[in-house]
């Protein structure tokens, strides 16, 4: 299926959210040879629980990918402010546009369009608007997602699932939120794998897909 892409970018609202949503593809595409970039459009300082450094969000995030395969050259850390990136639209834009024209990335993993948190939402619609030359696939926040339509699915191995479930550790000041438990991560993947007749799976929106 990821043949044809070479150059994948990965679009996260918050320093976790590529993790949780695509984590496991990620690390599967990395092994096979891909180039993965990834930029998360805030550190979230304000919502940082009081008994962790307002900067320690950025620092798990570089854990976090790590452990994924990405290098560190190809993160991108942006610092637009938590739950204002309505307002911040235009300039998310610009910025999406910007690591458009510098990575030119084959295909795009993004926030479902049916996502209602308002800085999910924003990265999703200005993501589609950036990047609509691109092939781009949702990814699953079920925490958030309104509804969401399981139409792409990518297999994961048991060795797979550990890896992701390893980067999602690293965020420690995260760990007591009910989604950042090893047994709901497993249990999600094993519910998208029965879809599809394996073990474990993640599953994905068909937002655009082109084919040349």
């Known amino acids: 299926m990821f043949n044809n892409f070479k150059k994948i970018l990965i679009l ?3 320093t976790d959210d590529g993790e949780f ?5 990620i690390a599967k595409l990395i092994k096979g040879g891909k180039k993965i970039y990834y930029v998360a459009f805030s550190t979230c300082e304000a919502s940082v629980p009081k008994d962790f450094p307002k900067d320690i969000l950025k620092k798990e995030l570089k854990q976090a990918t790590k452990t994924l395969g990405i ?6 850390i942006l610092n637009y402010p938590v739950r204002h990136f309505p307002q911040n639209r235009q300039a998310i834009l610009e910025d999406m546009i910007k690591l458009k024209n510098k990575i030119v990335p084959d295909l795009i993993f993004m926030p479902s369009l049916h996502d209602i948190h308002q800085d999910h939402l924003t990265i999703a619609q200005e993501g589609l608007r950036a990047f609509k030359q691109s092939s781009i696939l949702g990814y699953e926040d079920v925490w958030n997602n309104l509804t969401f339509n399981t139409i792409c699915f990518v297999h994961l191995t048991e060795l797979i699932i550990k890896k992701k479930i390893e980067a999602i550790k690293k965020y420690k000041s995260q760990s007591k939120k009910l989604y950042a438990t090893a047994k709901f991560i497993r249990s999600l993947a094993h519910v998208r794998g029965i879809q599809i007749g394996t073990e474990y799976a993640e599953a994905f ?3 655009r897909w082109i084919i040349n």
């Open 12 to 14: 996260a609202p918050h």
């Open 21 to 25: 949503g695509c984590g496991g593809t």
């Open 71 to 76: 290098k560190s050259k190809n993160l991108t």
């Open 205 to 207: 929106e068909v937002i």
